[in-house]
C-alpha cells in the first residue's frame, strides 16, 4: 500500500507533465486488465474496450461514440507504443516546460490530439485512397499530442541543444524536421492514418505557440473549458497567507515588471544563440521561476 500511496501523491503533486504521463499508463494498464479478464472468464461477447476508446474514421460512427476524440489520444494496445510516445512526451515536455506554463502543456497536448483526430478523420472522408478502409478504421494512442509538445517545444527555442548517444549535442529543429519528414514520406507505407494524425499535431503545436509568441491567445475559450472541467490537474497547496507591502504605484509596479520581463528575454534570446547549456546556474533558477508563475 506505501507504493499505491507513494503514486497518489506523486500524482497529486506533479507537475500537469507528470499527470498525463500517468494518465496514459493508467488506461494501458485498465485496458491489458480488462483483456486478460475477459479471456480467463472465457467471454466472447465481441466487446472491445478499445473500440470504445478509439477514434473512428467513420462519421456515422463517430456521431455515436463523440468522447473518443479524447480519449483516443490516452489508449495504447503495445508496450512499445506507449514506451516511446511516453519517452519523447517527458523530453520534450521538459523542455516546453522551461518557456510554457503547465497550462499550456496541457492544452497543446488535448488540443494537439483533437487536431490529429480532424486531419486523420477529414483525410479519410476526402481522399479516394482511403475510400474502402474509411468505415472500419480507427485511431489510437499519444502520438498526436505528443507530436504538438514536441513543435511546440520547437517552436518557442529552435536551437535548443540535447545530447544524442554517439551524435553528441543536436538542434532539436533538426529532430523535429525529420520526423516530420518521416511521417510524410511514410504516408503510402503503412499506418497513413497516424502519420497524417501526427501531422495534425504538430501543425496545432507550431501554431500555438507561434501565435502565443506573438502575443495572442489560441483557443481561450478552451482553456476555460478545461480549468471547469479538469480542475483536479492543479496541484493542492495548502492555504497560506502573506502580508506584502504594495508597490508605491502602478508605475513602479509596471516598471518592475518590464524590467524583469527584460532580463528573461535576454535569457531567452542566449538559449537560442548558444543553446540551455550555456546559462548560469541564477539564469536558469529566474527561467525557471517565471514558468511556474505562468
Do not use: C
Amino acid at each position: 500500500m506505501n507504493i499505491w500511496n507513494e503514486i497518489k501523491e506523486s500524482f497529486h503533486t506533479g507537475s500537469n507533465l507528470v499527470k498525463l504521463i500517468y494518465l496514459n499508463l493508467a488506461v494501458f494498464i485498465v485496458v491489458k486488465i480488462v483483456h486478460v479478464f475477459l479471456f480467463l472468464m472465457n467471454i466472447d461477447s465481441g466487446f472491445s474496450l478499445v473500440d470504445w476508446l478509439a477514434v473512428p474514421a467513420s462519421f456515422g460512427s463517430l456521431i455515436l461514440k463523440p468522447w473518443t476524440l479524447f480519449t483516443y489520444m490516452f489508449l495504447h494496445e503495445e508496450f512499445l507504443h506507449i514506451l516511446f510516445n511516453m519517452l519523447w512526451l517527458f523530453w520534450f515536455g521538459k523542455i516546453f516546460l522551461l518557456f510554457l506554463s503547465e497550462k499550456k502543456l496541457l492544452s497543446v497536448y488535448l488540443l494537439g490530439g483533437l487536431s490529429g483526430a480532424a486531419f486523420y478523420i477529414v483525410a479519410y472522408n476526402i481522399f479516394p485512397a482511403f475510400e474502402a478502409a474509411s468505415a472500419g478504421s480507427v485511431a489510437l494512442g499519444a502520438s498526436a499530442s505528443v507530436m504538438a509538445i514536441v513543435l511546440g517545444a520547437v517552436t518557442i527555442s529552435p536551437n535548443f541543444e540535447v545530447q544524442i548517444p554517439f551524435i553528441g549535442p543536436v538542434k532539436i529543429k533538426w529532430i523535429a524536421i525529420v520526423f516530420v519528414v518521416l511521417d510524410i514520406m511514410q504516408i503510402p507505407l503503412g499506418n497513413a492514418g497516424g502519420h497524417i494524425a501526427h501531422l495534425g499535431g504538430a501543425f496545432l503545436g507550431y501554431y500555438y505557440v507561434s501565435q502565443d509568441k506573438k502575443g495572442k491567445v489560441v483557443a481561450n475559450w478552451f482553456d476555460r473549458f478545461m480549468d471547469g472541467l479538469f480542475s483536479f490537474f492543479k496541484k493542492k497547496r495548502n492555504l497560506k497567507v502573506t502580508h506584502k507591502r504594495p508597490p508605491v504605484d502602478d508605475i513602479e509596479y509596471n516598471a518592475q515588471k518590464l524590467k524583469k520581463q527584460a532580463h528573461v528575454d535576454q535569457i531567452l534570446d542566449k538559449i537560442s544563440k548558444s543553446g540551455y547549456d550555456s546559462l548560469t546556474k541564477e539564469e536558469k533558477d529566474i527561467l525557471f521561476n517565471m514558468s511556474n508563475k505562468n
